[in-house]
């Protein structure tokens, strides 16, 4: 079993920035991908950033130059840096793990961006 835990999220105003974190509840260092998604209501859940094993990087186009994935595999821990937020940024932030053909989600932390 793997078990994540997000946290960082908060209210932060248009131009700020915010660190994301995932913490795993074990080893981290064998899996192969793992992925920050956002859903807000309505809407589907859609990929923000995603990093390999071998720390390959994608991020969605709406992100790109200021959003900034990273893994720790000594900590267990993914992050977002997300810099230069926006209104659309608000989301419910999900940290994603793929491992041995399943899907491990966290429960989300809320981002909220005002103007």
């Known amino acids: 079993q793997l078990q994540l835990v997000e946290s960082g999220g908060g209210l932060v105003q248009a131009g700020g920035s915010l660190r994301l974190s995932c913490a795993a509840s074990?080893?981290?260092?064998?899996?192969?991908?793992m992925g920050w998604y956002r859903q807000t209501p309505g809407k589907q859940r859609e990929l923000v950033a995603g990093i390999t094993r071998g720390g390959s990087t994608t991020y969605v186009d709406s992100v790109k130059g200021r959003f900034s994935i990273a893994r720790d595999n000594a900590e267990n821990t993914v992050y977002l840096q997300m810099n230069s937020l926006k209104r659309e940024d608000t989301a419910v932030y999900y940290c994603k793990a793929l491992s041995s053909g399943r899907d491990y989600w966290g429960l989300g932390t809320q981002v909220t961006v005002s103007t």
């Open positions: 074990r080893s981290i260092s064998s899996i192969n991908y």
